[in-house]
């Protein structure tokens, strides 16, 4: 389709420390025992988008990231790495690697995305209007905003998370009005023009932004050049291109005025047939083919510019792994309902054992479950509604309950975790009870030592 892709991979986000750390980049963070980066990279080749720029923060982290992709892909996958500094924001990021860009259009989509929605239609959507951006946006996660970075089990319900203001025509192709939880405050302000030209919005605070959008190369290059503080796509530039979507010059009596903040003034009767003209038209399904009108009513100026919508369906799965709470729903979601993304087959008893992983006697594994490659397990043990990495040392009488187990984690006897994450090379000595932590990779936890709502973690040197 003559896309250019552009997948944002980040670094290590401060929001997931300590699940994140140099040895182990976000892009890299096991979902279902697999990268998270793997699922959008094989939803991009599923759509035959298979020639990418995959944008890493930090040299380090890039070539991490980039070692795994040429393993992991080769032959499936054109891939270019490309480093940039560290907290650039998603603008900066592609600010940094615009001489890269030539296609007519960018495809740009967030390497934490797990989705099961085709990059491919929201491709497909953003040329048939000609728009100069496309977002995708689907249902807000049930749990709340993933982006809230709640991680207690119970308590995720009673914090407000960030959500999206979202206005739509009534055809809910076009967006006319987007603000990010970040700049929602009492007073929201809708420009009169876009109302006006719309004739109604649909106003919807339960979609979530899913950090895929197309973009025109040469209308998204001028902004970014134009302003270099904009640091965010979502909160930056998405807001700014809806906005300006209808700031077109009109003529009216020969006189030019601009349409900046909805406060056009109109003096005449000829201004007034003008504007009955686009409040007649303001019922159309494209408000966007409105022209700005010349004096006699007729003539066009200049033609707006469309910033579009592509909405996933209700039954599509969407969520970012972007806060600890996140991290945990997602893994939750792709070995239970959204199992199909896992590329696992599961059993009849819903879960995933692997061939070479040994089980002791009379040790349960229940259903939405997965247990990696060469892990072990002692006598007694009961794992429920969880992820055991690769290579686990796991001893007997030992419970995990909805908790991730990361790789080559050595956890003793008696242990008890519940609403965890244990990071790769943890030690867990006997008896250790941990309720709703994190524990950072490398970590010894002292035998007998109980922890509720604790994030462990090794100084970095």
């Known amino acids: 389709m003559d896309f250019q ?40 080749e599923l759509s035959n988008l298979k020639d990418l720029i995959v944008v890493v923060e930090g040299q380090d982290a890039a070539l991490r990231v980039g070692g795994w992709i040429s393993g992991a892909y080769v032959d ?17 990021a592609l600010r940094a690697i615009a001489h890269h860009l030539t296609a007519k259009d960018i495809l740009v989509v967030s390497g934490d995305l797990v989705s099961d929605v085709p990059p491919g239609a929201v491709a497909a959507a953003h040329r048939r209007h000609d728009a100069v951006v496309t977002a995708m946006l689907c249902s807000a996660p049930v749990s709340g905003s993933s982006e809230s ?35 929602i405050d009492k007073d929201t302000r809708i420009q009169k023009s876009i109302l006006r030209a719309s004739g109604q919005m649909d106003v919807r605070a339960d979609m979530m932004d899913a950090h895929m959008y197309a973009f025109k190369r040469s209308v ?51 201004s007034h047939m003008i504007l009955s003209r686009i409040l007649s038209n303001a019922s159309a399904p494209r408000f966007h083919e409105l022209y700005a009108l010349g004096p006699d009513g007729s003539a066009p100026v200049r033609r707006t510019h469309k910033c579009c919508a ?7 799965y969407c969520v970012r792994l972007n806060s600890i709470q996140a991290f945990m729903d997602i893994n939750r979601d792709v070995i239970g309902e959204a199992s199909h993304l896992s590329g696992y087959s599961f059993s009849a008893q819903k879960y995933v054992i692997h061939p070479s992983a040994e089980i002791g006697s009379k040790t349960t594994v229940g259903p939405q479950c997965m247990v990696g490659e060469g892990s072990q397990m002692g006598d ?15 001893g007997s009488n030992v419970k995990v309950v909805n908790s991730i187990v990361m790789n080559h984690v050595t956890i003793g006897d008696g242990c008890s975790i519940q609403g965890s994450v244990i ?21 010894v936890v002292s035998a007998g030592c109980e922890y509720k709502g604790e994030s462990l973690a090794r100084k970095e040197k």
Request: hydrophobic share 35%; charged share 20%; glycine share 8%.
């Open 423 to 443: 990071c790769s090379n943890v030690h867990l000595q006997e008896r250790v009870v941990l309720k709703d932590c994190q524990v950072g990779a490398g970590f």
């Open 149 to 183: 970075g709640s991680t207690g089990g119970k308590d995720k319900s009673k914090k407000p998370g960030c959500y999206n203001i979202i206005g739509m025509d009534p055809t809910k192709q076009f967006l006319l009005y987007i603000a990010t939880g970040a700049e």
């Open 380 to 394: 007694k043990c009961s794992v429920k509604r969880s992820v055991i990495g690769r290579h686990c040392r796991i």
């Open 220 to 270: 998204l290059q001028q902004v970014l050049d134009q302003k270099d503080t904009f640091q965010s796509l979502k909160q930056d530039v998405l807001p700014y291109l809806v906005r300006s979507q209808l700031k077109s010059e009109i003529l009216l009596n020969g006189i030019q005025q601009t349409e900046e903040n909805g406060n056009a003034k109109s003096s005449s009767q000829n």
């Open 310 to 316: 592509y909405i996933a369906g209700s039954s599509k």
């Open 76 to 92: 499936r996958l054109h891939v270019e790495v490309a480093a940039v500094p560290e907290d650039v924001g998603t603008a900066g």
């Open 5 to 44: 892709v552009v997948v944002l991979a980040g670094g290590t986000s401060k929001k997931l420390v300590p699940l994140v750390s140099k040895e182990v980049p976000k892009a890299l963070l096991p979902v279902a025992n697999r990268p998270v980066l793997s699922y959008v990279l094989e939803l991009l």
